[in-house]
């Protein structure tokens, strides 16, 4: 009676990504209400900064009451406004500020910029655009959950992992590109492109020059696009400085080639000035073709005016983005050397990370067995036992068990203690030489609670079991 | 080095290079008429009147006066600030639970409080745009299709098919009985789509109608619930224009059906789409709902509503304006009572010169009947007389054939977006042009006669030949979209 759209589970929200959340949700730390509930360190939200943004709201009240500098109302020109082009005030602060994030090393063209619902529509729409069903985009491992929603569900188009791995920091390399690639060939499907999120989700580094030369010199020679989900890109806090690839682009000498055409940035306001709740995203493209189908396309989830207005006010101060930038930056440094040194007192590492709202993080010698299972097992205590929904790899697709993304910006400081404080007990209790019978001591004591624990935990063993069996 | 056209679409996918977003039509002629020549009262009194697009505009002193008594409902004013970051950060696709209630409230209130509508169930979209495109993906394959009475608003073509493969299928409705939807229409449509092996997933009404500015009565509602429920496939309402019925009492959505009798149909296949674009005038906001009777559909167009959420900013100041009773009654009487106004006085002015109008009583528009200025009874004949309408009336109007009426002759003409000086100048233009062909009647009449009397005459009429030729012996090619249309 319904579509096979909703019968099938490509929304993805049975991951256990989404699962996390949901059990999170059922038991919210609160630091008086709930003090030994969970802490949500999965939700990779910027929240450090709002009272830069709160503090320019109180200077500029006629942004706030939809009036003009003259004091005209101008509610109803947005109430009306729904051309799809966007309000121009809008895109040109936008472009300006993207610009300003990259150090002003590339500039950006308004009429080339297409907004949309938040990056979430962004990104399916560009699919919509560039792939037909069937047709299969190549992404590096480990790479946003949200991402099998968002590229394959309603556009029935595929995706291929690239395997990166840890024995190299999980960057991108020549031989795993092009083994996705005939991996793709191998299961009959047409390979339209390659996406990645630069600076990664989840693992918080930025593309090195090397591997954006690597995916400009593979796109090139395949004839196929490059998508270059940049919604990180105002969180680069330190060294080495983000290197967008349309600056890759320009040091080539590929702005007004074919090349560039095919490369597309993606970008949204909800993790740089921390405002999911706007839905504020946007495509950028070379391509004309590419800019007015996806404008046609944005009618289906267009940005409303009046958020529109308000942030063209916002982004148009540029003392106002300079100063936040920066401020932004210095507080997500600081508050990323708190966890890595945090986990690092518990024994824990991280991959080295430069930039986004949280880390990868080291827990392999943590797990029973280095299996997925193994990771599933740590990951349940360390949702039920320590108290925090972290996120584990497999939601990630990483091809290796045991790493963690933990995020870091979605708190205050002292809940952030309290996490590092958590996980040190958590460690403790587990020697290093005895972590097996550990472990069972530790399920043994819980089995009364884990019975309890809803169907879908246990669901998910076999569901990575599956993975287990398909990425290998 | 530039790569040919053929290898260029190859990079790209078959829906961003095909005509799935209907913007090729030659209707498009019309915008782009007013868009190069603005009508303006001042500096361009002799541009093109923009009559094609369904705004309300009429109530927006009560909304500012609301807005300015109510600072707090921007989240942005000091009163509101506090929240400012509770909302920046809630991207829950449930959508705050205020905004839902409002909404609640506030479609009930439309239907008169006749009946309640669950906040639960309110799925959020963006727009009516984006609503329709996900019951489309919700309820049917690729390949599957909805039946659809004709005529109907053009944008359906792009948002229930262009990125899902869906197709429509006409029922068509005729003038001879004012457009009603009829048994006999649907059980037609239904049966084609058989022969034709698709397979029919459901039926789209929009309630009231866009471009009839009619509402359907309740027996015609039971009798489509009763054609769903028998065939076993689903029932999607578009109630977006249901605040702008002029007599309220009257109209009767399907959720009073439901309430009524319950036992009628199969409660899983009714879907309501609505927005805030056309009652409140809000299109900008981009404010779609979905409200469905079945819970998997809710939950998975909930799912999908991630893809176009209504900005917190936006749900935060509907909540505050749409939970107060006095101001939201006030507004929905004070713009019926507009819209009836308005309405009434260009339907009347029209009519003192002999054009007619289907009799409606809802939607910001009318259904204005011009078959009897049409040469011939042919889609030709309305194109080209479309375009004199355009190019020498200057009102950008709409053509029937753009809606796929089956009849051509009808043209939709918007009220509400303009003054009422600006409609004044519409009308008189209106009358003009009448009043002239007349003239040109009888002189041409006088003319043909002479003609035959004294052929090697050189009479030379001072009105436009160009006119002349156009209304009395079409020669312009084929225009065949008028053709295609009626597929």
Same mark, same amino acid.
């Given at each position: 009676?319904?579509?096979?759209?909703?019968? *099938?589970?490509?929304?993805?929200?049975?991951?256990?990504?989404?699962?996390? !959340?949901?059990?999170?949700?059922?038991?919210?730390?609160?630091?008086?209400?709930?003090?030994?509930?969970?802490?949500?360190?999965?939700?990779?939200?910027? +929240?450090?900064?709002?009272?830069?943004?709160? $503090?320019?709201?109180?200077?500029?009240?006629?942004?706030?009451?939809?009036?003009?500098?003259?004091?005209?109302?101008?509610?109803?020109?947005?109430?009306?406004?729904?051309?799809?082009?966007?309000?121009?005030?809008?895109?040109?602060?936008? =472009?300006?500020?993207?610009?300003?994030?990259?150090?002003?090393?590339?500039?950006?063209?308004?009429?080339?910029?297409?907004?949309?619902?938040?990056?979430?529509?962004?990104?399916?729409?560009?699919?919509?655009?560039?792939?037909?069903?069937?047709?299969?985009?190549?992404?590096?491992?480990?790479?946003?959950?949200?991402?099998?929603?968002?590229?394959?569900?309603?556009?029935?188009?595929?995706?291929?992992?690239?395997?990166?791995?840890?024995?190299?920091?999980?960057?991108?390399?020549?031989?795993?590109?092009?083994?996705?690639?005939?991996?793709?060939?191998?299961?009959?499907?047409?390979?339209?492109?390659?996406?990645?999120?630069?600076?990664?989700?989840?693992?918080?580094?930025?593309?090195?020059?090397?591997?954006?030369?690597?995916? @400009?010199?593979?796109? $090139?020679?395949?004839?196929?696009?490059?998508?270059?989900?940049?919604?990180?890109?105002?969180?680069?806090?330190?060294?080495?400085?983000?290197?967008?690839?349309?600056?890759?682009?320009?040091?080539?000498?590929?702005?007004?080639?074919?090349?560039?055409?095919?490369?597309?940035?993606?970008?949204?306001?909800?993790?740089?000035?921390?405002?999911?709740?706007?839905?504020?995203?946007?495509?950028?493209?070379?391509?004309?073709? @590419?800019?007015?189908?996806?404008?046609?396309?944005?009618?289906?989830?267009? =940005?409303?005016?009046?958020?529109?207005?308000?942030?063209?006010?916002?982004?148009?101060? +540029?003392?106002?983005?300079?100063?936040?930038?920066?401020?932004?930056?210095?507080?997500?440094?600081?508050?990323?050397?708190?966890?890595?040194?945090?986990?690092?007192?518990?024994?824990?590492? *991280?991959?080295?990370?430069?930039?986004?709202?949280? *880390? !990868?993080?080291?827990?392999?010698?943590?797990?029973?067995?280095?299996?997925?299972?193994?990771?599933?097992?740590?990951?349940?205590?360390?949702?039920?036992?320590?108290?925090?929904?972290?996120?584990?790899?497999?939601?990630?697709? *990483?091809?290796?068990?045991? !790493?963690?993304?933990?995020?870091?910006?979605?708190?205050?400081?002292?809940?952030?203690?309290?996490?590092?404080?958590?996980?040190?007990?958590?460690?403790?209790?587990?020697?290093?030489?005895?972590? +097996?019978?550990?472990? +069972?001591?530790?399920?043994?004591?819980?089995?009364?609670?884990?019975?309890?624990?809803?169907?879908?935990?246990?669901?998910?063993?076999?569901?990575?079991?599956?993975?287990?069996?398909?990425?290998? | 080095?530039?790569?040919?056209?053929?290898?260029?679409?190859?990079?790209?996918?078959?829906?961003?290079?095909?005509?799935?977003?209907?913007?090729?039509?030659?209707?498009?002629?019309?915008?782009?008429?007013?868009?190069?020549?603005?009508?303006?009262?001042?500096?361009?009194?002799?541009?093109?009147?923009?009559?094609?697009?369904?705004?309300?505009?009429?109530?927006?002193?009560?909304?500012?006066?609301?807005?300015?008594?109510?600072?707090?409902?921007?989240?942005?004013?000091?009163?509101?600030?506090?929240?400012?970051?509770?909302?920046?950060?809630?991207?829950?696709?449930?959508?705050?639970?205020?905004?839902?209630?409002?909404?609640?409230?506030?479609?009930?209130?439309?239907?008169?409080?006749?009946?309640?509508?669950?906040?639960?169930?309110?799925?959020?979209?963006?727009? %009516?745009?984006?609503?329709?495109?996900?019951?489309?993906?919700?309820?049917?394959?690729?390949?599957?299709?909805?039946?659809?009475?004709?005529?109907?608003?053009?944008? /359906?073509?792009?948002?229930?098919?262009?990125?899902?493969?869906?197709?429509?299928?006409?029922?068509?409705?005729?003038?001879?009985?004012? /457009?009603?939807?009829?048994?006999?229409?649907?059980?037609?449509?239904?049966?084609?789509?058989?022969?034709?092996?698709?397979?029919?997933?459901?039926?789209?009404?929009?309630?009231?109608?866009?471009?009839?500015?009619?509402? /359907?009565?309740?027996?015609?509602?039971?009798?489509?619930?009763?054609?769903?429920?028998?065939?076993?496939?689903?029932?999607?309402?578009?109630?977006?224009?249901?605040?702008?019925?002029?007599?309220?009492?009257?109209?009767?959505?399907?959720?009073?059906?439901?309430?009524?009798?319950?036992?009628?149909?199969?409660?899983?296949?009714?879907?309501?789409?609505?927005?805030?674009?056309?009652?409140?005038?809000?299109?900008?906001?981009?404010?779609?709902?979905?409200?469905?009777?079945?819970?998997?559909?809710?939950?998975?167009?909930?799912?999908?509503?991630?893809?176009?959420?209504?900005?917190?900013?936006?749900?935060?100041?509907?909540?505050?304006?749409?939970?107060?009773?006095?101001?939201?009654?006030?507004?929905?009487?004070?713009?019926?009572?507009?819209?009836?106004?308005?309405?009434?006085?260009?339907?009347?002015?029209?009519?003192?010169?002999?054009?007619?109008?289907?009799?409606?009583?809802?939607?910001?528009?009318?259904?204005?009947?011009?078959?009897?200025?049409?040469?011939?009874?042919?889609?030709?004949?309305?194109?080209?007389?479309?375009?004199?309408?355009?190019?020498?009336?200057?009102?950008?109007?709409?053509?029937?054939?753009?809606?796929?009426?089956?009849?051509?002759?009808?043209?939709?003409?918007?009220?509400?977006?303009?003054?009422? %000086?600006?409609?004044?100048?519409?009308?008189?233009?209106?009358?003009?042009?009448?009043?002239?062909?007349?003239?040109?009647?009888?002189?041409? #009449? %006088?003319?043909? #006669?002479?003609?035959?009397?004294?052929?090697?005459?050189?009479?030379?009429? #001072?009105?436009?030949?160009?006119?002349?030729?156009?209304?009395?012996?079409?020669?312009?090619?084929?225009?065949?979209?008028?053709?295609?249309?009626?597929?």
């Amino acid at each position: 009676m319904l579509s096979e759209k909703v019968t *099938c589970n490509s929304h993805g929200q049975d991951s256990s990504y989404f699962l996390g !959340w949901e059990e999170y949700e059922k038991n919210p730390y609160d630091e008086f209400k709930n003090p030994n509930g969970i802490i949500q360190m999965g939700l990779a939200e910027n +929240q450090l900064s709002f009272d830069l943004l709160q $503090s320019w709201l109180e200077k500029n009240p006629q942004a706030m009451a939809f009036k003009n500098y003259n004091n005209q109302s101008i509610f109803k020109d947005l109430a009306l406004f729904q051309d799809y082009h966007g309000l121009p005030a809008f895109k040109n602060a936008l =472009v300006k500020f993207m610009s300003e994030i990259r150090g002003g090393s590339v500039s950006f063209n308004p009429n080339n910029l297409v907004l949309t619902a938040g990056a979430t529509s962004a990104n399916e729409t560009l699919m919509f655009c560039l792939a037909n069903p069937g047709d299969a985009f190549l992404l590096p491992t480990p790479y946003y959950p949200g991402f099998d929603r968002d590229l394959k569900w309603r556009t029935g188009a595929e995706i291929v992992p690239i395997h990166c791995s840890s024995l190299n920091g999980f960057r991108i390399t020549k031989s795993a590109l092009e083994d996705a690639y005939k991996q793709a060939e191998k299961q009959n499907l047409k390979v339209k492109g390659v996406l990645v999120t630069n600076p990664s989700n989840p693992l918080g580094t930025s593309l090195s020059l090397h591997e954006l030369d690597l995916l @400009v010199n593979f796109i $090139s020679s395949r004839n196929i696009h490059l998508v270059s989900d940049e919604i990180y890109s105002g969180t680069v806090f330190s060294s080495p400085s983000f290197i967008s690839i349309m600056e890759v682009l320009k040091n080539k000498n590929l702005m007004n080639t074919e090349i560039a055409k095919r490369v597309h940035i993606v970008y949204s306001l909800s993790k740089d000035l921390g405002l999911p709740g706007f839905r504020i995203g946007a495509i950028y493209s070379n391509d004309e073709r @590419v800019v007015s189908a996806a404008t046609k396309m944005s009618s289906f989830g267009l =940005v409303s005016s009046q958020t529109q207005h308000l942030l063209s006010e916002i982004l148009s101060d +540029q003392n106002f983005t300079k100063t936040y930038l920066s401020e932004n930056r210095r507080r997500l440094k600081e508050r990323h050397e708190m966890l890595v040194s945090g986990l690092k007192k518990s024994g824990i590492g *991280c991959l080295p990370s430069n930039s986004g709202l949280f *880390c !990868w993080v080291d827990m392999r010698h943590l797990l029973s067995s280095n299996t997925f299972e193994g990771e599933m097992e740590l990951w349940k205590m360390i949702v039920y036992q320590v108290g925090l929904n972290i996120s584990p790899g497999s939601s990630c697709h *990483c091809s290796e068990p045991g !790493w963690f993304r933990v995020c870091f910006a979605n708190m205050s400081e002292e809940t952030l203690d309290l996490a590092m404080q958590r996980v040190k007990s958590f460690v403790e209790l587990m020697p290093k030489q005895n972590n +097996q019978s550990c472990h +069972q001591k530790l399920m043994n004591r819980n089995s009364r609670r884990t019975k309890s624990l809803p169907k879908w935990v246990f669901e998910l063993s076999f569901h990575q079991q599956e993975i287990v069996a398909n990425e290998r | 080095m530039e790569v040919g056209l053929n290898n260029t679409h190859k990079f790209l996918s078959k829906i961003a290079t095909n005509d799935g977003h209907g913007e090729n039509s030659p209707y498009f002629d019309g915008w782009k008429a007013y868009d190069t020549n603005p009508y303006h009262p001042l500096t361009n009194p002799s541009g093109v009147i923009q009559m094609g697009l369904a705004e309300n505009q009429l109530c927006f002193d009560l909304i500012h006066e609301w807005l300015m008594n109510h600072p707090e409902a921007s989240i942005c004013t000091p009163q509101g600030g506090f929240d400012f970051k509770e909302i920046a950060l809630f991207q829950d696709y449930h959508g705050l639970p205020e905004f839902r209630a409002a909404i609640a409230n506030f479609m009930s209130r439309v239907r008169g409080s006749r009946v309640k509508f669950d906040p639960d169930r309110i799925v959020m979209s963006g727009g %009516a745009t984006g609503a329709h495109e996900t019951v489309a993906f919700c309820l049917a394959n690729r390949g599957e299709a909805f039946l659809v009475p004709t005529p109907y608003y053009p944008g /359906f073509d792009r948002d229930l098919k262009w990125r899902t493969g869906v197709e429509l299928i006409p029922v068509v409705c005729e003038s001879s009985n004012n /457009f009603k939807v009829t048994l006999e229409a649907l059980e037609d449509a239904y049966d084609k789509a058989k022969e034709s092996n698709i397979k029919v997933k459901g039926l789209l009404i929009t309630n009231p109608s866009n471009p009839l500015g009619t509402f /359907f009565d309740k027996e015609t509602l039971k009798t489509l619930v009763g054609f769903i429920n028998e065939k076993n496939i689903h029932l999607v309402c578009d109630e977006i224009y249901a605040g702008t019925v002029t007599n309220g009492n009257k109209f009767v959505s399907i959720a009073e059906i439901l309430e009524e009798v319950p036992t009628i149909c199969d409660h899983n296949l009714i879907h309501i789409v609505y927005s805030l674009s056309k009652d409140m005038g809000f299109p900008g906001f981009r404010v779609g709902i979905i409200y469905s009777y079945n819970d998997t559909v809710v939950s998975i167009s909930r799912k999908m509503s991630s893809f176009g959420l209504v900005s917190t900013q936006t749900q935060h100041m509907i909540a505050s304006m749409l939970s107060q009773n006095d101001f939201v009654d006030n507004f929905i009487h004070e713009s019926r009572t507009r819209l009836a106004h308005r309405h009434d006085m260009i339907t009347r002015e029209l009519a003192e010169v002999g054009i007619g109008s289907l009799e409606s009583n809802a939607g910001l528009f009318f259904w204005m009947d011009l078959r009897r200025f049409l040469k011939e009874p042919t889609f030709e004949a309305e194109m080209t007389f479309w375009r004199i309408i355009i190019n020498e009336i200057k009102l950008n109007v709409s053509p029937g054939s753009s809606f796929h009426c089956n009849e051509p002759g009808w043209f939709r003409v918007c009220f509400a977006n303009m003054d009422d %000086a600006t409609v004044m100048v519409a009308i008189e233009r209106i009358k003009s042009f009448v009043h002239e062909t007349r003239m040109l009647e009888i002189k041409t #009449k %006088a003319l043909a #006669k002479t003609k035959k009397q004294c052929w090697q005459n050189n009479l030379t009429l #001072k009105l436009s030949s160009r006119r002349l030729e156009e209304i009395m012996s079409p020669h312009s090619p084929l225009n065949s979209p008028m053709l295609r249309a009626q597929n």
